[in-house]
């Protein structure tokens, strides 16, 4: 059994930086890939970045590129989400994803295991 933890969001102004950060446990952590989603309310979970088992891919939202950068480190088994220039248009809940396998790392419904999410929210 895999377990996603969390941590790093909170209230922030718009322009305003955050650092997500994701934990795991349960499994070799350099096996898998990774990946952030969001979901705001009403709205589906939409995706935000993913990176590859070896870092030596890394995926964006169009919405994200340039401001967002997802990075990894597998001796601490995390994975990160530096997010800068924020906007209100990014608030809300944000999902650390693993899965087991490469190919579509757009589709949340690719992803073996969440973690249970931490609230980002941004002020105008």
């Known amino acids: 059994q895999v377990q996603l933890v969390e941590s790093g969001g909170g209230l922030v102004q718009a322009g305003g930086s955050l650092r997500l950060s994701c934990a795991a446990s349960g499994r070799t952590f350099s096996n898998y890939n990774m990946g952030w989603f969001r979901q705001a309310p009403g709205k589906e979970r939409e995706f935000v970045a993913a990176i590859s088992r070896s870092a030596n891919s890394k995926y964006y939202a169009d919405s994200v590129k340039g401001r967002f950068t997802i990075s990894r480190d597998n001796a601490k088994n995390t994975v990160d989400l530096q997010m800068n220039s924020l906007k209100p248009d990014d608030t809300a809940v944000y999902y650390c994803?693993?899965?087991?396998?490469?190919?579509?790392?757009?589709?949340?419904?690719?992803?073996?295991?969440w973690g249970q999410g931490t609230q980002v929210t941004v002020s105008s």
């Open positions: 994803g693993l899965k087991y396998y490469g190919g579509n790392y757009y589709a949340a419904s690719t992803y073996d295991y």
